[in-house]
């Protein structure tokens, strides 16, 4: 029997998703190789949160990568995340920084915690081995493998790659999702979802007596008519990061990119009817303020995450607005499930000696399509939702703490609460129907 090569695999893309696939694959003997069209990885942005679900989807995936973001992470003071009236409270004639509580969650210990995004992604590069990642690497198309040749990759500066499968990590403007779904295919593109948000970090010297400890050591969400904020610690609580949410009826006016400079007078006077906090809050943001489209799959949803031996995972897949802060966590749902459907194929190709690598290929990305599109796609529609009843948009719950408590309460658990040893079962159940004729 000819020796069985081992699957290679081509990961476009260097952000969070596509870095923890690799080092899922990594741990799990399967090559790889990373085609990163910047001139470093990096991550743009500022605080990233994970759940409960992402993290432990990332001990599944690679313990590293969850040590990386607990070395990172900052702890909450509280086990709750607070959803309170963005209005404030008075004090006779003196308005103060208080404000009314309208609910909680319970997280957990040390559950829900943030970190800074650049300093995640780089204790994830630090885990991947040498010369692994290809730099200004565009893609420009894919060609379509005949039977069990391998996949050609093309990229814009005229160079090519082979692998056995590609995945991709491209973000929320995909490439790789424009040739599985077709480049007139709406699907391919996002949608603005008529909301922006200025985001920024402030030093913790500079909140905290502004705002007092209680305000800045956990995750608050201050709630108003048609613009709420979100505020958590980072950095090991030196800096709190700001996510300020508003309600733009109009376009995005800007073609090729999705955020701009900002004007910070013109933030500050989207939030001047709320309170004493937040009011604060945007006046101790930095000058040089960015505003961040917030664009997302809703509209149009993918009717697959794949097409033969290509595949899609993470923003590329089912970007989602950010207002469950569980976007990120997604895409390491699907790395775990790849990494795991990739490991049986491989198995597969050892012990059926004659079957097509094509065919076993295919079986999984077939069951990585299964096992992810739904829940993916709940979590797009949810988060749309969400980010209308924080803002008192959303008929069914308007403005009352009661409806909202209830409503933030079931959306958060479904998906906080995921099993990820069932996933992992599904995984494997769904591929071994599917793989079964290659072992007869």
Sequence with gaps: MAEVKPIEVAIIGGGITGLALALGLQRRSIPFHIYERASSLREIGAGIGFTPNA?????????????????????????????VDGYGSVDGDKETVDEASLFSLYLGERGFEGCHRAQ????????LPEDCVTYGAQLETIVDP????????????????EADMVIGCDGIRSRVRQLILGEDNPASY???SHKKAYRGLIPME????????????????????????????????????????VTDPGEWPYADKLSAPADKNEAIAQFSKFGGAVRTIMSLLSENLDEWAIFDYYDHPASTYYKGRISIAGDAAHASAPHHGAGAG??????????AVIELAQSTLRE??????????????????????????????????LGELYDWQHE?????KDKCSEEVYWRSHKIWDYDIDEMLQQTTEEYRKRAVIFLL
């Design 146 to 161: 005949v039977g069990d040749e391998r996949v050609v990759m093309k990229f814009h500066d005229g160079t090519t790659a």
């Design 190 to 192: 996002p949608g603005y």
């Design 330 to 339: 997604a895409g390491i749902e699907d790395a775990t499930v790849l990494a």
């Design 396 to 400: 069914p719950t308007g403005n009352d």
């Design 352 to 385: 059926s000696g004659t079957a097509s690598k094509s065919d076993i290929l295919n079986a999984a990305f077939e069951t990585y399509n299964t096992v992810r599109l739904e829940r993916s796609q709940w979590l797009v529609e949810s988060s749309r939702i």
């Design 55 to 83: 993290e432990r989807a990332m001990l599944a995936l690679d313990p590293r990568i969850h040590q990386s973001f607990k070395s990172v992470a900052s702890q909450n003071a509280s086990d709750w995340f607070q959803y």
């Design 206 to 245: 500079k909140a905290l007596p502004a705002l007092g400890e209680a305000k800045v050591n956990t995750r608050f969400m201050h709630l108003g008519q048609d613009a709420h904020a979100l505020t958590f610690p980072v950095a090991g609580g030196t800096l709190m990061n700001v996510v300020a949410f």
């Design 120 to 127: 995640f992604l780089k204790c994830l590069v630090d885990c």
